[in-house]
């Protein structure tokens, strides 16, 4: 099944407008605070039930966690080792879904090796652990290729920059990669063409009562300061490490609410010709994993799994210790020497670990999710990952129905997104149209990769603009359509927006695209109307954005760099 170039799916400035209007003075079945993968799922999911959904959020679509994940759709290999199962299958089924039905331009099968330091003992436990992953596999659909052993001359002609000292053979296994951002903003799209109404940069900053019951939210929109109110017959939050503070403005009982841990990851970015490497490592740590993943361009070193106990939740920092970190573990293994020299981009992200009371340390909290109660009319969802947050939005959605569920069900099992089409079909789709423009198979596949099948609507863009069709002056691997079309169908309202989750130069480009800044700024203004002072003001805005992002590098703790950020 195909998804067609569907225009009722699109996020544009002023069907935003329209949504808060009519979730204003319509009022909603269900209102979902939070635009992270999580809330974008359930919006899809509930819209798809019948119910009249709002979703918003306070910054842009995937802005928080969702945008700075390691960009894999996994089961988590290392959670079989914990003995944990269900939680493997689960995700396993998943990520099958997404790779065979929902999201087969976004997410694309990625092999790793499993580097071994010993002969039989490691090899051997370490082909159950596979194996078994293989075999929830081979149930869950997504069928992957099995398990492959590896000598170590084998292993080095794939990864020829592993230290030779550092294996004697490997095991090459496969799980899969994505555009976590795209993946977002395609939910929420996708969402929107069933009917949901959606406003990002859009606050919740109270939420209604009636006899202690929660029936609705004052929202404000970021963007100009309105307030309105909002009546839902139900709230749910999907707010991640916001969790714990929309609880305390619903007046939850301390001792019912869900507990969550913020736990911050980095990721470092290099080119992807520093690394000598075909696939994928995976890196068991004293407390982790560590992977190095590849991507088109660039590859992606990550994760740190820290505990982070400053307010700010909106730009947690990667420090000097963190980056740090990576570079020691990446280079124990790594013969490629990286220095902080050869550091393209650097983001960070807070992971919303529900907490035991008994947690000693993030490492060791499930990924499992928790849905809650948090007072009459208002629930709260927390915990899980990027893979399962299909599942984790059906649940909620039973949840918010009760007895309902089983008359309204779930049916985003076998939903394809927005442009969701098999890799087959976009991959010749693409092909034949970037023919004709005179691309690269490697701009085509792109462009495919990150579109699907609206690949075509880029296209359109350029005919009718041939001028669009040029890359970007000092970003080439982008098309100047590609701006455009985040603006007109993807909802991006802000400079920030189009840098940091469509067009990603914020972490793709050593000055994080402050040199595309103007051009891109331009496009955007031209289709949102901005005067002269308000594309400075946004030029102007990235560059101090991307100045503290890059000072906090320098500086060695957590308070230290939040307090350097923010003047204190």
């Known amino acids: 099944m195909i998804s067609q170039p569907n225009t009722a799916s699109d996020l544009t400035a002023a069907g935003r407008t329209a949504a808060l209007h009519t979730m204003t003075s319509d009022g909603v079945d269900l209102l979902v605070i939070g635009g992270g993968v999580t809330g974008a799922g359930i919006a899809l999911d509930a819209a798809t039930r019948g119910l009249r959904t709002a979703v918003v959020d306070m910054q842009d679509w995937s802005a928080g966690t969702s945008s700075r994940s390691s960009r894999l759709v996994h089961g988590g290999l290392r959670y079989l080792y914990q003995l944990d199962v269900e939680l493997v299958a689960e995700a396993l089924r998943e990520r099958g879904r997404l790779l065979d039905v929902i999201a087969p331009h976004l997410v694309q099968p990625q092999p790793f090796l499993w580097p071994l330091r010993t002969p039989v003992i490691e090899r051997a436990y370490s082909a159950v652990g596979v194996g078994l992953y293989d075999l929830i596999s081979r149930t869950r659909g997504g069928q992957l290729p099995v398990q492959q052993h590896l000598s170590k001359r084998a292993a080095l002609r794939l990864f020829p920059d592993v230290r030779p000292g550092h294996l004697v053979g490997a095991i090459r296994f496969f799980d899969a990669a994505v555009d976590d951002a795209r993946l977002v903003i395609g939910l929420i799209r996708t969402a929107v063409g069933h009917g949901a109404l959606a406003a990002a940069h859009t606050e919740v900053v109270d939420l209604l009562r009636h006899d202690g019951a929660v029936i609705g939210a004052r929202l404000r929109d970021s963007l100009d300061g309105t307030e309105r109110e909002v009546r839902a017959a139900h709230v749910i939050s999907a707010t991640g490490v916001w969790t714990e503070e929309v609880e305390r403005r619903a007046g939850a009982n301390p001792s019912e609410a869900l507990e969550v841990l913020a736990s911050k990851g980095i990721h470092l970015v290099f080119d992807r010709s520093r690394i ?102 208002m629930s709260a969802i927390a915990g ?102 985040a603006v007109r169908s993807e909802g991006a309202l802000t400079l920030a927006d189009v840098l940091r989750h469509r067009v990603r130069l914020a972490h ?49 703790t957590d308070a230290d760099a939040v307090r350097w950020r923010y003047g204190m």
């Open 276 to 377: 000598r490497g075909e696939v994928g490592l995976f890196l068991r740590t004293e407390k982790s994993v560590l992977f190095i993943i590849p991507t088109r361009t660039h590859w992606i070193i990550g994760t740190t799994d820290t505990p982070w106990e400053e307010d700010d939740l909106v730009e947690p920092v990667a420090t000097s210790t963190d980056i740090g970190y990576i570079l020691d573990h990446a280079n124990a293994v790594l013969s490629s020497n990286l220095t902080r020299d050869d550091i393209v981009g650097v983001y960070a992200g807070l992971r919303p670990l529900v907490q035991p009371v008994s947690a000693r340390s993030s490492a060791k909290i499930s990924r499992e999710h928790l849905i809650a109660p948090v007072t009459e009319g």
């Open 384 to 485: 899980g990952k990027l893979t399962t947050y299909r599942q984790m939005a059906a649940d909620a959605v039973d949840f918010v129905l009760g007895d309902r569920a089983d008359q309204q069900p779930c049916v985003t099992a076998d939903l394809p997104l927005v442009g969701a089409a098999p890799w087959s079909v976009v991959a010749n789709l693409a092909e034949r149209l970037g023919r004709g423009l005179g691309w690269t198979p490697e701009r085509a596949e792109h462009l495919g990769r990150r579109y699907g099948t609206e690949i075509a609507r880029i296209v359109d863009l350029i005919e009718d603009d041939p001028h669009l069709g040029e890359p970007l002056t000092e970003a080439p691997d982008y098309l100047r359509a590609e701006v455009v079309f």
């Open 508 to 556: 793709e480009e050593r000055d994080s695209g402050r040199a595309a800044a103007d051009e891109v700024a331009e496009l955007i203004g031209a289709e949102l109307g901005w005067d002269d002072d308000r594309r400075r003001a946004e030029i102007t805005a990235w560059a101090e954005w991307v100045r503290a992002e890059h000072a906090a590098r320098r500086i060695s």
